[in-house]
């Protein structure tokens, strides 16, 4: 089975987690994709859609769904997303499509983060895929400084604006052997805006497409 056929069985499983009445948050990114694309024959079930980005906000409304504001749902009560990288504490690299400050405000106002991807994305230890963090413009280089301090390698993401208008670093080389506490230490500096570490709000169910199917492990 090749990536996108598993992207798309993982997608299709997180189907089951989306219940009558639900207010659904979705992600963003390529398996995310997939998923919008089957949220059609579910329709009926869905009160209201919430987006993490500009990209899946028009994905969606091209299929005819009526995206929310988060300020008019309240609560969450699933949040569907991918990853880059997932550990086996359930904690994520995110933002490699860009959007990891509105995922990671949507994952914090879910009451379930349901988190689809395939087996590459499983890893031992974070950090092999470069982490990324939205920053203020004004900061890029102050944030970067600090960043080389903690022995990464930052470099930064040319040509790309965030929907915030802001710039992202992704963060080369860096051994997350502390998740929680490198979220925290990355957040303390001004002029980060998000960093791309879901440690503090980790995924409550991961879905992981290999060859063999879709397994489901529950963070309990
Ligand atoms: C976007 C994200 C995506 O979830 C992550 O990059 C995975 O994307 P894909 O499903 O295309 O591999 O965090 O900001």
Known sequence: MDQSQKKLIAAK?????IHDDCVLGVGTGSTVNELIDLLPSIKEKIQ????????????????????SLLNSVGDID????????????????????????????????????????????QVGMLGKFPLPIEVVPMAQSFVARKMVKMR????????????????ILDIHNL?????????????????????????HRPADVLLVASDTGVRVMENK
Not at 13 to 17: F, G, H, I, T, V
Not at 100 to 112: H, Q, S
Not at 175 to 199: D, H, S, W
């Open 152 to 167: 990464g390698q930052p470099i930064w993401r040319e040509n790309f604006v965030t929907d915030n208008s802001n710039h």
């Open 48 to 67: 209201a859609v919430v987006s993490s980005s500009l990209a899946t906000t028009t994905r969606l409304e091209s299929l005819g769904f009526e995206v």
């Open 78 to 121: 699933v949040y569907i997303d991918g990853a880059d990288e997932a550990n086996k504490h359930f904690h994520l690299v995110k933002g490699g499509g860009g959007a990891l400050t509105r995922e990671k405000i949507l994952a914090g106002a879910a009451r379930k983060f349901v988190c689809i991807i395939d087996d590459s994305k």
């Open 13 to 17: 499983a997180s189907l089951d987690y």
């Open 175 to 199: 051994k997350i052997t502390n998740p929680v506490e490198m979220e925290t230490r990355i957040n303390q500096i001004p002029g980060v805006v998000t960093v791309g570490l879901f440690a």
